[in-house]
């Protein structure tokens, strides 16, 4: 089975770390988002991907061609006028009424995709959240979709949208898609996808929810930083690192040089990076960044940057009281 992965975005909301690459290959517990996202897709048994891909693509398309045999075809969205228009790209390479999941690029999940995938209904993955105001919410009957509601003011749902999608039968959506391009429907100055399945509902077509038990969201840096520490949760290292302590769960990138360190908790340690007279927990290092003589917490550290501290020296008397900066 095919899925549709849309992945063009700028990542504004990631960036400086977004200016050097695509958000998608951001290392998180050892891997980038996308790598999590792939694993899981290939487990469940889509061996075809239609990846959408717009800034920095040429990186997605060289990642995952590199990481993965299945088959990919990658189509070029060069304006981002939307999800419903980045979806409406792929069309030409949908065949007929065919099934499709459709995931967002920056969703790592946890969810029974088996049983998702032989769903005869259309179905939205959703997660109950305690404040749905920041979210597109589904109303359901308890069984199918009534009606979905765009980040609602009063708590009509708590059953958030969290960007996974399965339609059994393609082609009612790109005739929807098709209609609201014709028609030039957007919201927010963009073709959504949530208006276009909100139609198909309106039209009478049956929509049901699935539960998605992990929802890891990587859009902003504090997101990013929390979804590294879930998923590197279980993660223990065996490997001895000589004048070092390790405070699992940490990810270590084989390569890494680490020297009189402390490391962890929730620590991911890119490839090729050194790690010299440093603390670092809650934080993501990238691949050949050094990190010298500095203690870091709740910190991104992107490829190739460097960050060097300074040991200070200090002569403190008797009952001093002093704060470092
Ligand atoms: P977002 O709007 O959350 O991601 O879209 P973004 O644009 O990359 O990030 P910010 O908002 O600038 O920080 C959700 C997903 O849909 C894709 C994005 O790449 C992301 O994976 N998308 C969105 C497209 O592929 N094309 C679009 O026109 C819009």
Redesign the pocket.
């Known amino acids: 089975m095919k899925a549709i992965i849309?992945?063009?975005?700028?990542?504004?909301?990631?960036r400086p770390h977004t200016f050097s690459q695509p958000?998608?290959l951001l290392n998180v517990a050892g891997k980038p988002i996308i790598g999590h996202i792939m694993d899981k897709l290939i487990a469940a048994g889509i061996d075809e991907a239609i990846v959408?891909v717009?800034y920095l693509g040429n990186m997605v398309e060289e990642w995952l061609l590199t990481h993965y045999t299945i088959k990919f075809t990658f189509v070029y969205?060069s304006d981002?006028?939307?999800?419903a228009?980045?979806i409406w790209m792929c069309k030409p390479n949908i065949i007929d009424n065919e099934p499709l999941f459709i995931i967002?690029?920056?969703t790592i999940f946890d969810a029974d995709l088996d049983s998702v995938l032989k769903s005869p209904f259309s179905t939205l993955g959703v997660k109950k959240v305690d404040d749905p105001r920041r979210f597109g919410v589904a109303i359901t009957d308890g069984n199918k979709i009534l009606k979905l509601v765009e980040k609602p003011d009063t708590p009509v749902s708590n059953l958030a949208i969290v960007?996974l999608y399965f339609l059994p039968q393609s082609k009612s959506l790109f005739a929807t898609i098709d209609h609201l391009i014709d028609n030039k429907i957007k919201t927010k100055g963009?073709y959504q996808l949530t208006d276009a399945l909100q139609l198909m509902i309106e039209g009478g077509e049956k929509f049901t929810t699935f539960p998605v038990s992990g929802w890891y969201d990587c859009?902003?840096p504090d997101t990013l930083l929390s979804t590294n520490k879930i998923l590197l949760q279980n993660n223990t290292t065996t490997k001895d690192y000589p004048s070092c302590i390790i405070v699992d769960p940490v990810f270590i990138a084989d390569n890494a040089i680490i020297k009189n360190a402390i490391i962890g908790p929730n620590a991911t340690i890119g490839e090729d990076s050194v790690i010299t007279d440093a603390i670092i927990r809650d934080s993501i290092i990238g691949s050949e960044a050094k990190v010298i003589h500095i203690m870091l917490s709740h910190s991104i550290v992107g490829s190739n940057a460097s960050i060097t501290g300074n040991p200070h020296e200090i002569s403190v008397g008797d009952y001093s009281e002093i704060q470092m900066g």
């Open positions: 849309p992945v063009a975005g700028v990542g504004t909301r990631l958000k998608v959408i717009g969205q981002l006028l939307g999800l228009h980045a967002l690029g920056d960007g963009e859009g902003k």
